[in-house]
């Protein structure tokens, strides 16, 4: 059963609606953070990511959407997809998000159970809170808060491998397009700036990856007896690694522009130090803006390095080595042009003739999206309701490679990125948390969403979410 509301609910009672909904959001979250999500079958059974998707599914049948189902992708996960017809002359609304979350890593490091929803100083602590199960309760506050008032239509797409990167969804977009079709599409999985900044993501880096084996001997040799000439295989790799970053630290990949400028507005420097839990005396890595370094150049990290561990190793020269190397990349570069730069640039960067492979993975290309049309206005609407405050923008350093397979399949379709994500949240690491006033005022502002752009769609934009000040 949906929750009725007037049809002509004022805003106040619509923010009222929401508030007394928040006893069921936490519940609701509880729950599904109780299910270990994680789409890695080396790490965790598939029917836990099923069970997630069950439930997603009859959550939003619930909230009323209709013929909700799971639909299997190439890669072998579920997508949840519904509908809820629109009414006559209304547009109709996507609304993405994923239920698959990332592995908990040093379950030591979390001050609380990663799978058991825990409040502490205001905050709920789990993983997936708010990557990106806090952005499927912050759909359903806002539907339920609306009731039988749904002023549009509305599609359904929650995802289960979005964060292994495999690319289920996007392959099975192109071929099922009418399935997802939608005039505005809500894409769910980023947030604001900082808490009580209403926040639209226009920018998105692209990705690519590889992973680089350097092979020196043909098996491990005693230090003893061969250490100094024997050819080092972990010294060539590191060497190797070194090379992608200038002394300063800034990236420097042969064949990308490694000095673009950030043409929005800035992000303070101590402010990005306190969000990302710079240690103190610790400097920032390369040059130029926060911003340019963020949203404007590539950037490189080594995310793991299989090598012997320090424990149980050995008094050996180390005959192979490798390592997983991620490059972000700025909207203007391909990412396909930048995975071949980096495989390029590592080959040459081996020394003393080391023998190296390299194995690509999976590119993302970057995404820009236009914010001068009748979705962004009603966002911008609904976040100065419910915020007291016009949408702001900024950049993201992340990747979603879906957002340029849904632009290049509906090229019509606006394309809005927000969420309750922000920096406190610490997604993907431990301790990962959500701001609870966060899932409450976007849902608030998502109600509000879908009323003004129902009531504007086809009237031309005032302009006025893309005179909004960038914040960063």
Known sequence: MTEPGPANDPIDDLADRVAALMPRAKADLAELVRIPSVADARQFPPEHCLRAAEWVAAAFAEAGLEDVRLAATPDGSHAVLGHRPAPPGAPTVLLYSHYDVQPPLDDSAWQSPPFELTERDGRWYGRGTADCKGNIVMHLTALRALGDDIPVGLKLVVEGSEEQGTGGL??????????????????????????????????????????VTVSTLAGDLHSGMFGGPAPDALAALIRMLDSLRDTDGTTRVNGLDNDGIWPGIGYDEQQFRADAGVLDGVGLLGSGSVADRLWARPAVTVLGIDCPPVVGSAAAVPATARARVSLRVPPGTDAAAAADALAAHLRAAAPWGARVEVEREGTGSAFRASTDGPAYAALDRAV???????????????????????????????????????????????????????????????????????ADHGQPSDGAASSSADYC
């Open 170 to 211: 996007e392959a099975y977009v192109p071929d099922h397009a009418d399935e997802l079709r939608a005039d505005a599409l809500l894409i769910c999985d980023t947030g604001n700036a900082a808490v009580g900044i209403p926040t639209a993501t226009t920018v998105l880096r692209g990705l690519a990856n590889v992973v």
């Open 384 to 454: 100065r309701d419910a915020y007291g405050k016009p949408v702001s923008f900024l950049g993201q350093g992340g990747s979603i490679p879906l957002c340029n397979v849904l632009a290049g399949t509906f090229p019509d379709a606006e394309l809005i990125l927000m969420g309750v994500e922000e920096p406190r949240c610490l997604i993907h690491a431990p301790n990962e948390s959500v701001e609870p006033s966060e899932i409450e005022r976007m849902a608030h502002a998502e109600a509000l969403f879908l009323r003004y752009y129902a």
